[in-house]
């Protein structure tokens, strides 16, 4: 992400320059930041996963066959947790905003960070009542309230910090512009929150209005680009102001933090991840009483009865352990997030949110068969959306490979075939799987858990069929290109071809 040119130097150089030493710190009463993001990145990681929870326990009687009500049940409840999770992301992306210009802290800046995390994690009551309750708006009013009072508070600490200006980054603390910097900082903080406090206010009397205020939320940078283009081609560019701090606009190319990403990203895998065993810990331990009647005290008898919940278990944490596998290799190769990449991060994430409600229909295979069919293409389909933004967050990236990758994974880098078939495994095997079921319902989920098991190998044996793959091509092109003349020496090394990377 290359930001505009600013007389003043960005604020990703500076990260260093605003670490003082621990004694210099604590003779003036401040503390460097990085432990309370790291604190704030774990519970917005957290809290945006834990969305999740109401729909993955909606009931649905051993009875009922999963037909259009129950589909468009859970349809409904899957789009509002998608969009109440982009919401939590938004509110993290503004604090990631806030903290490149607040360096240090004082206990009063620690205490209004505690406050908006914890009007943060009322977030998940909030969310349960839209679910339980999607035409009552009460649910909506206090979800839009939490999150108008998220950015007061975030609007707190950007005027506490600027009025104790040693709390600043360096370039903001010595800026001769510092009241510009102040007043973009609350227009990016408090934007998306007045919007929530107009769909508050929606709810009370036309409560769709309020869903689609919160939508706007979400793609509010990217509809601001685009009216800024539109604004552009009619009436032409306009003049850049004296004093830039277009270090903070919404552009398209503004640089976003990629260790607070990453720390986001591995909360939300990880709190994934514990989900899945929390479920077999609460519903898979068996009942004393009926481990005596049912099993004759058998307790391997009883828990041999619940093999088909443990085989779904270790499927799903299979399939999150690799997906963040994949993730972890494609930043490993990534220099600089731009926005595009951080939205697709943020899809991503979402679907990967999604995974525990993968495990919960693919678990209940042994209690509602005739239903098994439509269980696994809602996983699939879970499964193939959250990879398919890793693979799009990586073409992103080649679309800009000069700023974005490391030389290794750009075209033509040793490295770049081998993230093209890892980023490419889950999804071409989700999509395969689904095509699959609709040939075969009737082993719909033998299917699926061949895919669970086969991926994970894949994977190990990617780097060695990448490599007898690209020396297949390479004999394929010697058997059927022109003779041409030999390169220079040398020139092998600067001219390898853009469609057939080097060796693995």
């Excluded at 510009?180 to 709810?203: K, T």
């Excluded at 539109?230 to 919404?250: D, I, K, M, W, Y």
């Excluded at 078939?421 to 719909?444: D, G, H, I, Q």
Aim: charge should be negative.
């Amino acid at each position: 992400m290359s930001g505009p040119q600013t007389p003043e130097p960005t604020l990703e150089g500076q990260a260093d320059a605003s670490v003082g030493s621990p004694d210099e710190d604590a003779a003036d009463g401040t503390q460097h930041s990085h432990r309370m993001l790291s604190f704030s990145d774990a519970l917005l990681s957290i809290i945006a996963t834990v969305m999740i929870l109401p729909v993955t326990h909606t009931e649905i009687s051993p009875e009922q066959e999963f037909d259009k009500s129950v589909q468009r049940l859970l349809a409904t409840r899957i789009a509002v947790y998608l969009m109440t999770f982009l919401i939590v992301t938004v509110a993290w992306a503004a604090h990631t905003r806030l903290f490149q210009i607040v360096g240090k802290i004082d206990d009063t800046l620690a205490l209004l960070n505690l406050a908006c995390m914890m009007t943060i994690t009322f977030l998940p009551f909030t969310f349960s009542l839209m679910v339980a309750f999607p035409e009552v708006p009460l649910g909506i009013f206090l979800f839009c309230v939490c999150v108008t009072a998220i950015g007061a508070v975030q609007a707190l600490i950007v005027l506490y910090a600027f009025h104790f200006p040693h709390l600043l980054s360096p370039q903001i603390e010595h800026s001769a512009h510092r009241g510009l910097y102040r007043q973009h900082i609350l227009g990016i903080v408090v934007r998306g929150p007045a919007l929530c406090l107009a769909a508050a206010g929606f709810s009370l009397f036309f409560y769709p209005a309020s869903y689609l205020l919160m939508a706007t939320v979400i793609f509010l940078p990217y509809v601001s680009k685009a009216a800024g283009w539109c604004r552009a081609q009619l009436v032409g560019p306009r003049e850049p102001p004296a004093h830039s701090v277009e270090v903070f606009t919404f552009d398209l190319h503004e640089p976003l933090s990629k260790e607070r990403v990453e720390a986001f990203s591995d909360g939300v895998y990880a709190i994934v991840a514990t989900l899945l065993i929390l479920d077999i810990c609460e519903d898979n331990v068996p009942d004393a009483k009926d481990v005596k009647e049912k099993f004759q005290g058998s307790l391997v008898a009883a828990l041999g009865e619940s093999g088909p919940h443990f085989l779904a278990y270790f499927g799903s944490f299979a399939t999150v352990g690799l997906l963040w596998f994949a993730h972890h290799s494609l930043f490993l190769h990534i220099r600089r997030a731009t926005r595009p990449m951080g939205l697709l991060n943020t899809l991503s994430l979402a679907f990967v949110g999604g995974l525990p409600l993968a495990y919960q229909q693919t678990s209940a295979f042994a209690q509602q068969p005739r239903d098994e069919l439509e269980s696994v293409r809602v996983s699939c389909a879970i499964i193939f959306l959250a990879s398919i933004f890793q693979f799009a967050i990586w073409t992103t990236a080649l679309l800009r490979e000069g700023e974005t990758l490391q030389p290794s994974a750009r075209f033509g880098g040793r490295e770049h075939a081998f993230m093209f078939a890892k980023l490419a495994l889950y999804p071409c095997a989700s999509l395969l799987a689904f095509a699959c079921t609709c040939v075969l319902s009737s082993f719909s989920t033998a299917i699926f858990h061949a895919m669970q098991i086969a991926v994970p190998f894949a994977f190990l044996l990617l780097r060695l069929l990448v490599r007898l793959a690209l020396a297949g091509l390479r004999a394929l092109r010697g058997l059927l290109g022109p003779v041409r003349a030999g390169p220079a020496p040398g020139a092998a090394d600067e001219a390898q071809s853009l469609l057939l990377p080097a060796p693995c």
